[in-house]
């Protein structure tokens, strides 16, 4: 056995420690006869076959990781990454490389997981290794062995490194920062659209490494004043401040908090990109609109170690966000001065703010007022008294000058175009008044105490816009995204938005994979026992009250599902998508893609997105997105709410007011479905009455010519809606005289006047599916006929009655007739013909449309009740003709 801090030499091979990231403790040979005695690896009835070349198996060795702080009093039981390189003398070999140590990853190694491989020099690119890995857990289920094949390259110079996932060091990110400093640093400011770019060190860490911290913007609305040096912050002396900006707000997004969850350096390095483009014009946009402020390195130390989640102490730094250290947790301590500092629009976040729980102070210049204050007079005096003095004695020498003479004090800019110094110097001026008015209302904000247990409103006068915190994720699958809960529908769909957007914008977004419950922002680790609260969504949401925090997550090896992204407007609707609907396995080119689709998104949520994919998705707009999630959202409250895990009582009384808006919300909602629903139902009633109303005009239309009005048979419902009310649903009797026509002839003319159109050129009149009542003796002779006319409209046929001095042959009768007729045939034998000028033909004519139309429960209840009515017709009429 061998081991060593640095290379490991063992069985002829090399094994290379020594770099950014790695973190191989030991290796040691395995005796081959020993190995071949086996065909299959098993444990406690867990098996997986070896590989189907291993008899020509050649070297086998047993690695093992460093824990999180290995050797040290902070060591943990993190041992999922590993990184480490080979180099061998052989050629052409086979060797099996079995890491014994590795936390229990079943179910991620057991849906296609494969750890990574390049080659120096040759295969330069990383890339999964093309042989499925096999595992196996020891007997208590804690140690979990992976087992996978490797041959040496014909290059005996050559080094094969191996990693868990696609890594990202330290030491790459310098690189990587270094390129665009050079390229940024070639170009030259042409307009107030090009790209404002500075890097800066906000802190240094526990083992003396550099916290980046990148500010991105345009030149639109810059200020000559440069960012204020916190304080213990920002060591680098020679390094300046970045320039405020006027009216824009903040967006922050962070990553590698955990060392080994490297996907969310990829995600981050997509975003950047994107955002330096010049050419893209919704990057263009979002640097016009926002300030840009990234954190690309969290864990700067524990990224060095080649840690998986712990930082050089042990410490998980994703739990701290709520009361950082300086000394313990220097990283999260800077960027939560930083969120606070921007939150309150560039002012220096008030060390007591905390402390003064109690006391609401509003403090403009030298005045001070009281307002809501809990203590005695005295009491607040003292506080603020104390509180100013700590002000003062943490302010620079400038900022009391300005101060003294309450105005803002403009340093020079330096490094611009003179196009784009004169601009700014015109808008320095313009806002000079404009300032110090916003310096007062921050400091209004600053000031002013917040009570123990309430989350302040994040409003419109916070700096801050969005807050994202990047992360990988081993088990669940897909990306997507963590929300904050809200007990306010409006809040939770606001939360919701930028997730629904990104799966819109990105094929490997999971929305239906994203998390807003309140468990989600309370539940404990089972690891170090520490709580979400700390988080950094959390602690953002509760020391701003910024609505758009979330952690975005990314599975280390595929998802679920792959969205279809429909076209941008530019793209118009017919452009071929080339959609992949099997997932596929993530590479840092669909990390940073899901990076880059961050930018339309944010766009997106307010509109400014100049070629947007929402026209052409099935919502259309921004406001059917948001109508989509409303619904959505309603439909979740319906469901068995989850248990509340919050600790403090306070969060009862919070969650029935919740509870009542959630219900007035719905009430809204059911009141606006029941409006629309009225709506349409009314405008169906409309045709229906329409329809009716046409058969009575024409009725009216034939008795004032002298004719005598044909007995109209029932008629097939316009809608299914219009059988819900009989009214309209029941069969139009015949008019028997001009007055009683009289009032549906004025109402179908009052009608029309306000309609201003015709009632005959809108509707025609239906055939029923109503055959001709047959005789006692079963047959049926007529001596009138009809022409059958082309007039089609709506896919239906009309008759037209051309005279009734013709006669025709009879006609075999069609078909059986309804009961309800043959009943009143029987009870009147020598009942003459119902209507006189209805033929034979119209009659076919009638049983053959209806013989196309498709019943329904709707049309079978219009023809029990047409039944009737055609029963008491014919009896009317019979009775009427034979008064015997």
């Known amino acids: 056995m061998a081991s060593a801090t640095e290379n490991i030499a063992c069985g002829g091979f090399v094994f290379l420690n020594n770099f950014d990231s790695a973190n191989l403790a030991r290796v040691e040979p395995v005796r081959l006869p020993e190995t071949f005695e086996k065909d299959v690896y098993e444990n406690e009835g867990k098996s997986t076959n070896s590989s ?9 060795f047993n690695l093992w990781t460093k824990h999180d702080c290995h050797d040290t009093q902070f060591q943990n039981n993190n041992r999922t990454w590993f990184y480490f390189g080979v180099k061998s003398s052989r050629p052409s070999v086979s060797v099996r490389f079995n890491i014994v140590n590795l936390n229990k990853q079943v179910k991620m190694f057991s849906q296609g997981m494969c750890p990574v491989f390049k080659i120096v020099p040759g295969h330069l690119h990383w890339e999964r290794i093309r042989e499925k890995p096999t595992y196996t857990l020891d007997q208590r289920g804690n140690d979990f062995t992976l087992s996978f094949l490797y041959y040496t390259p014909e290059n005996s110079k050559a080094v094969t490194y191996f990693a868990f996932t696609y890594p990202f060091s330290y030491t790459d990110l310098q690189n990587y920062l270094r390129r665009i400093d050079a390229r940024m640093g070639k170009r030259s400011v042409m307009s107030t659209d090009d790209v404002y770019y500075h890097r800066e060190c906000a802190i240094r860490s526990l083992e003396d490494r550099r916290l980046d911290l990148l500010t991105i913007s345009s030149y639109h609305n810059i200020s000559t004043e440069r960012e204020d040096r916190l304080s213990n912050m920002f060591p680098e002396k020679s390094e300046e401040r970045p320039y405020k900006f006027r009216d824009k707000k903040v967006i922050f997004i962070s990553a590698r908090v955990h ?3 490297t996907p969310s350096s990829f995600v981050l390095n997509g975003f950047l990109n994107f955002l330096l483009n010049r050419e893209d014009q919704i990057a263009t946009n979002l640097r016009r609109l926002y300030v840009f402020k990234l954190i690309p390195m969290l864990n700067p130390d524990g990224v060095a170690k080649g840690h998986y989640r712990m930082d050089t102490k042990g410490i998980n730094l994703n739990r701290v966000y709520l009361n950082p250290s300086e000394v313990d947790h220097p990283t999260i301590y800077a960027a939560r001065n930083l969120i606070k500092y921007y939150h309150n629009s560039y002012q220096l976040p008030s060390e007591l703010t905390d402390d003064l729980s109690n006391i609401n102070l509003e403090i403009m210049d030298s005045n001070v007022s009281i307002l809501n204050s809990s203590a005695s007079i005295a009491n607040a005096v003292r506080d603020t008294t104390t509180r100013l003095l700590q002000q003062v004695t943490f302010m620079s020498l400038d900022e009391k000058n300005r101060c003294a003479t309450g105005k803002k004090h403009l340093l020079p800019l330096e490094h611009l175009d003179s196009a784009a110094i004169d ?31 309430e989350i302040p409103k994040c409003s419109d006068n916070s700096g801050l816009y969005l807050y994202i915190d990047l992360h990988g994720h081993a088990s669940k699958k897909g990306v997507f995204m963590y929300g904050n809960h809200f007990t306010d529908p409006e809040d939770t769909i606001a939360c919701m938005l930028l997730p629904k957007l990104m799966s819109l914008n990105n094929p490997h977004f999971h929305f239906t994979s994203c998390n807003f419950a309140e468990r989600n922002m309370y539940i404990i680790d089972k690891r170090d026992g520490m709580s979400r609260e700390g988080s950094g969504r959390v602690a953002v949401y509760k020391t701003t009250g910024l609505i758009r925090s979330y952690t975005l997550e990314c599975n280390y090896n595929s998802g679920r599902l792959v969205n279809v992204i429909p076209a941008r407007i530019r793209d118009g609707v017919n452009k071929t998508m080339n959609n992949v609907f099997v997932p596929p396995k993530y590479t840092p080119a669909v990390f940073e893609a899901v990076g880059a689709a961050l930018g339309p998104s944010i766009l997106d949520l307010t509109g400014n997105n100049p070629n947007s994919r929402l026209p052409n998705s099935q919502y259309r707009s921004l406001r059917g997105v948001k109508s989509h999630l409303k619904l959505t959202y309603v439909s979740n409250l319906s469901a068995p ?13 919070a969650r029935s007011s919740g509870i009542l808006k959630e219900l007035e919300t719905r009430l809204n909602d059911a009141v606006a479905g029941a409006r629309n629903a009225i709506r349409s139902e009314g405008n169906l009633v409309k045709k229906c009455i329409l329809r009716r109303g046409a058969s009575f005009y024409t009725a009216v239309k034939r008795i004032k010519g002298g004719k005598k009005p044909r007995q109209t048979l029932a008629r097939r419902a316009l809608k299914t809606h219009c059988t819900s009310n009989v009214e309209n649903s029941a069969i139009i009797c015949a008019i028997t005289s001009e007055v009683e026509a009289k009032p549906f002839l004025k109402a179908i003319d009052r009608y029309r006047s306000n309609a201003g159109s015709t009632i005959s050129d809108t509707l025609e009149p239906r055939l029923s599916a109503n055959k001709k009542p047959r005789a006692a003796n079963g047959s049926a002779k007529t001596r009138v006929s009809s022409e059958e006319t082309a007039a089609v409209r709506q896919g239906a046929k009309r008759l037209k009655v051309i005279s009734s001095t013709r006669t025709s042959k009879p006609l075999p009768e069609v078909g059986e ?13 020598k009942v003459p013909r119902a209507c006189d000028k209805q033929s034979v033909q119209g009659t076919r004519d009638r049983a053959k449309i209806a013989g ?22 014919v009896l009317a009429e019979g009775a009427k003709q034979n008064p015997k």
């Open 52 to 60: 189907s070349s291993k008899d020509a198996l050649d070297y086998e």
């Open 259 to 261: 060392p080994g969850e």
């Open 423 to 453: 601009e700014s110097e015109e808008l320095s001026r313009e806002s000079q008044n404009d300032n110090v008015t916003e310096v007062r209302t921050s400091d209004k904000l600053t000031c002013t105490a917040v009570d123990e247990g």
């Open 641 to 653: 709410p989850s248990k509340a895990v919050r600790k403090d009582n306070e969060g009862d009384v």
């Open 817 to 829: 007739s309804s009961r309800a007729a043959e009943t009143g045939a029987k009870g009147s034998p």
């Open 852 to 873: 196309h139309v498709k019943p329904s429960e709707s049309s079978r209840l219009l023809k029990k009740i047409n039944k009737t009515a055609v029963k008491s017709s």
